[in-house]
């Protein structure tokens, strides 16, 4: 079994998720780096944090933890938002590029018991952080969302968000609260949002958002009833859209865009089986 402060053999050529506040390192192509050590412009990794964090393509990947505004890896190129990863055609890289991102902030928000205040110990056989005066042990937090797709025979409903780019409009979306189940938390959200009732809710996928640290849980849903209110304290507007006459939407390999398509296709579908 891997632990997660394994040193990288120096034989492999690995991945390196390299993370500056909240930040990742990508080469001057846009790449993640990856290969030999030694064949990589970086500065001495004894100095930094190494966690493993998994397998990517079948070699590993290992975490670097880099300093705020840390200059020492501009040989190897930029740090950018983890945003700029999501492409329609590598989901496995965006999934590790958020893990390094959440692992890294799990680390840097636990060097202290939350329970008893003394300094806590990161495990060594999983990853963790543990406190030995009293016990306590914390995982990476990671909190469900739900993001769901409403449909009402050709439309969709979609909202502009309040900080969402002028002319984008998407799903709704919300987080679940303690003690619910995300099918609660779907009714909660879209009457909350829109003031819509749903039903016949189905999974579609799901999608680590680490933003900081959400995992967008997506389903489609049909309209049940109820006029499109939009609630001012969250969307700027929102309404329903022909599926065929969309506005800006977010881009290709969100789990957003994914929902809609999934409701086109679900429309396209039935008008060529009545045809
Ligand atoms: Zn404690």
Not at 3 to 24: L, N, R, T
Not at 34 to 46: A, F, I, K, N, V
Not at 165 to 185: D, H, R
Not at 248 to 273: C, W, Y
Request: charged share 25%.
């Amino acid at each position: 079994m891997n632990k997660p402060y394994q040193k990288p053999a120096q034989d492999e050529p690995v991945w390196w998720f390299v993370i500056s506040a909240g930040d990742i390192l990508v080469t001057d192509d846009k790449q993640i780096p990856h290969g030999y050590l030694s064949e990589l412009p970086m500065p001495d990794l004894r100095e930094y944090k190494t966690v493993f964090i998994g397998e990517l393509r079948e070699r590993h990947c290992y975490l670097v933890i880099a300093d705020f505004g840390d200059t020492n890896f501009s040989a190897v190129g930029d740090f950018i938002s983890v945003r700029e990863l999501i492409t329609k055609d590598d989901d496995a890289l965006f999934a590790m590029a958020a893990r390094a991102k959440q692992v890294a902030d799990f680390l840097a928000t636990h060097r202290f018991c939350g329970r008893c205040g003394a300094r806590m110990q990161a495990v060594d056989w999983e990853l963790a952080m543990h406190c030995h005066s009293c016990q306590h042990r914390c995982y990476p937090r990671i909190s469900p969302c739900i993001i769901v797709a409403i449909r009402r025979n050709n439309q969709i409903l979609l909202a502009r968000g309040k900080r969402h780019p002028e002319g984008l409009y998407s799903v709704l979306a919300g987080f679940a609260e303690a003690g619910e189940a995300l099918e609660q938390t779907l009714a909660r959200e879209v009457m909350e949002e829109a003031g819509v009732n749903i039903k016949n809710p189905r999974y579609v996928g799901s999608q680590s958002w680490p933003f900081p640290n959400s995992l967008m849980v997506g389903f489609v849903a049909d309209w049940a009833g109820g006029e499109v209110r939009i609630d001012p304290f969250e969307l700027e507007e929102g309404g329903w859209f022909d599926i065929n006459k969309l506005p800006r939407i977010p881009g290709e390999g969100t789990i957003a865009h994914k929902l809609i398509m999934r409701v086109k296709a679900e429309i396209d579908q039935e008008r060529n089986s009545e045809s």
